[in-house]
């Protein structure tokens, strides 16, 4: 989902929080950010003083820093210079700003021919810092390594090392990554249905199977007929590599006598694979999901057919918001994962949307790298992570009983003084206080996050995720097509353990060996 779409779903009610956030600003303590180049007062750029004292001698104030951003756009009308959006980020952080918005339809193409023409912004967004034109420029010394200078920054400094190293290369950090929820996988299911047939939430696997096992052949919803399944997939292959891990299996990549192993050859992935095949033959999951459109998810659900989907946790109150407009009695719930033979254990997200890589070619010094990082840093403050994120009190929203209460949205006709569209593009949301700021209006909303904030004790995180591979590049859409086409091929009976074995094989012979060592590679030498 788009990134502006999320920033949405978290803004449309909040807590009084925001209005004691805007009363603060400036009063968030003192603490000096230092550094060559630098003369900020901390976070906010503003020092405190007591009541009745004599104002400090004042020095005088620095020319506001010119920095250029290119980022991503998802609407045709972009904050402009003159919208006050943009002013207030410019005062805040004393800079002068040349916002490059580019839409998203074609920016992989724009931060192509950019990264080869060598001209380039003080910072550029990137989705992946391992699409082969970013690890080239990467490689070739293009972008700044600033993992020793993260430290030295109040909201920087906060970074989840989790995401940081999943954003890593080789080892190094050189990307600041926007946040998203790093533990967001979760099964959301009828409530409504589990509480007509008397059972209790799952817990363990063999319960969420009962649960899906009664959810198809007990009539959940009580309509006297046989018309109901217990979980929706779709081709996305999502919800088959949640599940795994609730085997055991590891996340693309397990350690194995210290050597990194492709989930898909352990023993635990085809004991996921079973458990998938037995849902498929049971009817319990759709017999079209190797083709059915992930657009569709929710229909399903909300139209009383499927009573399951495993997914990330925000699909828990879409489906729920809409099926009360349809069945006012139906109710969703929601659980983080079960528990399976090595416990509990969860799919993470890469915790990222993408990163923005500071080049060297633009910002030329180290004063100046610390110039874009207090930048950066300080539209992490609360203030800014509100401004950019919805915008200014008043105009784009109110406050209404402690509820925010939209004015503008995005899709209205704004006036380039109070146009804000995309500004969210540049939020990093480091640290993620986006939950604390804004309390969902709904108890299911409420329940998402703490389930997101939970499943960060049990995710199983990637440990080849910083690495790159020569083969992968060139041919990892094959090989990972190779694994999908086999996976799809047991669950559906078409090939059996033997054949699927036949096909791993396939997958070594193809590239999978090269690029099984090439990564080993790279993990021994970051391990030295």
């Known amino acids: 989902?788009?990134?502006?779409?999320?920033?949405?779903?978290?803004?449309?009610?909040?807590?009084?929080?925001?209005?004691?956030?805007?009363?603060?600003?400036?009063?968030?303590?003192?603490?000096?950010?230092?550094?060559?180049?630098?003369?900020?007062?901390?976070?906010?750029?503003?020092?405190?003083?007591?009541?009745?004292?004599?104002?400090?001698?004042?020095?005088?104030?620095?020319?506001?820093?010119?920095?250029?951003?290119?980022?991503?756009?998802?609407?045709?009308?972009?904050?402009?210079?003159?919208?006050?959006?943009?002013?207030?980020?410019?005062?805040y952080t004393n800079t002068k700003l040349d916002l490059q918005f580019t839409p998203d339809a074609s920016y992989l193409d724009k931060m192509n021919i950019t990264?080869?023409?060598?001209?380039?912004?003080?910072a550029i967004?990137?989705?992946?810092?391992k699409l082969p034109a970013v690890a080239n420029a990467i490689k070739g010394g293009a972008f700044w390594e600033i993992g020793p200078y993260l430290k030295d920054y109040p909201n920087l400094s906060k970074a989840n090392q989790t995401i940081l190293n999943n954003t890593s290369v080789n080892g190094k950090y050189y990307g600041l990554y926007t946040t998203r929820p790093i533990g967001r996988m979760g099964i959301s299911y009828r409530k409504d249905w589990l509480d007509n047939l008397g059972m209790k939430e799952p817990k363990t696997i063999d319960e969420f199977y009962n649960m899906l096992k009664a959810f198809t052949n007990n009539d959940p919803d009580q309509n006297g007929k046989n018309d109901t399944y217990g979980m929706v997939v779709t081709k996305y292959p999502g919800p088959w590599d949640i599940m795994q891990t609730w085997f055991g299996a590891p996340n693309k990549w397990g350690v194995k006598d210290g050597k990194l192993v492709p989930a898909h050859l352990t023993p635990e992935y085809m004991e996921a694979l079973k458990f998938y095949k037995k849902l498929y033959d049971e009817k319990l999951v759709n017999q079209d999901f190797a083709v059915y459109d992930s657009a569709k998810w929710n229909d399903p659900i909300v139209n009383g057919k499927a009573g399951v989907a495993v997914d990330v946790a925000d699909r828990s109150y879409q489906i729920d918001e809409k099926l009360k407009t349809v069945d006012p009695k139906g109710t969703i719930d929601l659980i983080g994962a079960v528990s399976g033979p090595a416990g509990l254990h969860n799919q993470p997200t890469t915790g990222y949307?993408?990163?923005?890589?500071?080049?060297?070619?633009?910002?030329?010094?180290?004063?100046?790298?610390?110039?874009?990082?207090?930048?950066?840093?300080?539209t992490n403050d609360k203030e800014m992570q509100a401004l950019l994120g919805y915008g200014i009190e008043g105009t784009h929203y109110k406050m209404d009983n402690?509820?925010?209460?939209?004015?503008?949205?995005?899709?209205d006709n704004m006036g380039p003084d109070i146009n804000n569209k995309n500004m969210n593009q540049l939020s990093l949301q480091i640290p993620y206080i986006i939950p604390e700021l804004f309390k969902p209006s709904t108890p299911l909303r409420i329940k998402a996050n703490e389930v997101m904030k939970e499943n960060e004790k049990i995710i199983v995180a990637n440990p080849a995720e910083p690495f790159t591979s020569n083969t992968f590049t060139q041919k990892g859409a094959q090989l990972d097509q190779i694994v999908e086409d086999a996976r799809v091929k047991f669950i559906v009976g078409k090939t059996d353990e033997a054949g699927f074995k036949a096909d791993m094989d396939l997958w070594r012979k193809s590239g999978g060996d090269d690029y099984t060592k090439e990564m080993n590679e790279a993990y021994a030498g970051v391990k030295k």
């Not at 967004?125 to 810092?129: A, E, G, L, S, T």
């Open 1 to 91: 989902m788009k990134r502006v779409q999320n920033q949405r779903s978290f803004y449309i009610s909040a807590t009084s929080v925001i209005i004691a956030v805007s009363v603060i600003a400036g009063c968030s303590g003192t603490s000096t950010n230092t550094g060559a180049g630098t003369t900020g007062t901390g976070s906010t750029g503003t020092a405190s003083q007591s009541p009745g004292t004599k104002p400090a001698e004042t020095k005088t104030k620095e020319a506001p820093f010119k920095i250029s951003v290119m980022l991503k756009s998802f609407s045709n009308d972009n904050a402009s210079p003159d919208s006050k959006v943009w002013k207030q980020v410019e005062e």
């Open 115 to 122: 990264l080869a023409s060598g001209s380039m912004p003080s």
């Open 125 to 129: 967004f990137v989705v992946n810092v």
């Open 353 to 378: 949307a993408g990163v923005f890589l500071i080049s060297k070619s633009t910002v030329k010094t180290e004063a100046e790298l610390r110039k874009v990082l207090e930048f950066f840093d300080k």
């Open 402 to 411: 402690g509820k925010l209460v939209t004015i503008l949205t995005i899709n």
